[in-house]
T-cell receptor
Framework: RKEVEQDPGPFNVPEGATVAFNCTYSNSASQSFFWYRQDCRKEPKLLMSVYSSGNEDGRFTAQLNRASQYISLLIRDSKLSDSATYLCVVNSPLSSGNTGKLIFGQGTTLQVKP | GAGVSQSPSNKVTEKGKDVELRCDPISGHTALYWYRQSLGQGLEFLIYFQGNSAPDKSGLPSDRFSAERTGGSVSTLTIQRTQQEDSAVYLC????????????FGNGTRLTVT
């Protein structure tokens, strides 16, 4: 089983739609969660961190469900410029207590159509 | 300020040759990662350096791959006896501290093995 799993999509939605992506992780000791955005042939860039209580940044809302070991990203009022691949990122802590490496999911592709 | 710098940006090599990829992280960043991304795929973790700790090499796909980080700064990823399946974009990222921090990516090195 992969440490971080995402539905690759693609998700094709019209402008103005609300779309949600989920991501599951296998290590119950993980403590750091992020969503990154990657545009075609570009490097990934941080979209937002995911906090235990959930957090919002404009049209974007991130949620964490520790019991079920998944995180979600909700995008409201989709814009054409939201078209990109959204990558879920989770840390893989070590038994020593070190926060460990950051593992990426394979990404979910979003295409927003006019 | 300067971001993460990778060189070369593109590298074409013949099967069986060795290649060396370079990463200059953001000054002062203690964590440095190497990832690999094949066309249409997610980021595959290769290796993680954190300060003076022993690197996490658990993602290196074979013993043909090795990486160093000299003086806690510049890193080189070396691939010996390249194979066609090594063709991918190799991304380097650095972060200020550890797995809780934002990753800052370089533009990547696109490696093509013919």
């Amino acid at each position: 089983r992969k440490e971080v799993e995402q539905d690759p999509g693609p998700f094709n939605v019209p402008e103005g739609a609300t779309v949600a992506f989920n991501c599951t992780y296998s290590n119950s000791a993980s403590q750091s969660f992020f969503w990154y955005r990657q545009d075609c042939r570009k490097e990934p860039k941080l979209l937002m961190s995911v906090y235990s209580s959930g957090n919002e940044d404009g049209r974007f809302t991130a949620q964490l469900n520790r019991a079920s070991q998944y995180i979600s990203l909700l995008i409201r009022d989709s814009k054409l410029s939201d078209s990109a691949t959204y990558l879920c990122v989770v840390n893989s802590p070590l038994s020593s207590g070190n926060t460990g490496k950051l593992i990426f999911g394979q990404g979910t592709t979003l295409q927003v159509k006019p | 300020g300067a971001g993460v710098s990778q060189s070369p940006s593109n590298k074409v090599t013949e099967k069986g040759k060795d290649v060396e990829l370079r990463c200059d992280p953001i000054s002062g960043h203690t964590a440095l990662y190497w990832y690999r991304q094949s066309l249409g795929q997610g980021l595959e973790f290769l290796i993680y350096f954190q300060g003076n700790s022993a690197p996490d090499k658990s993602g290196l796909p074979s013993d043909r791959f090795s990486a160093e980080r000299t003086g806690g700064s510049v890193s080189t990823l070396t691939i010996q006896r390249t194979q066609q399946e090594d063709s991918a974009v190799y991304l380097c990222a650095s972060s200020p501290t550890d797995g809780y921090s934002t990753l800052h990516f370089g533009n990547g090195t696109r490696l093509t093995v013919t």
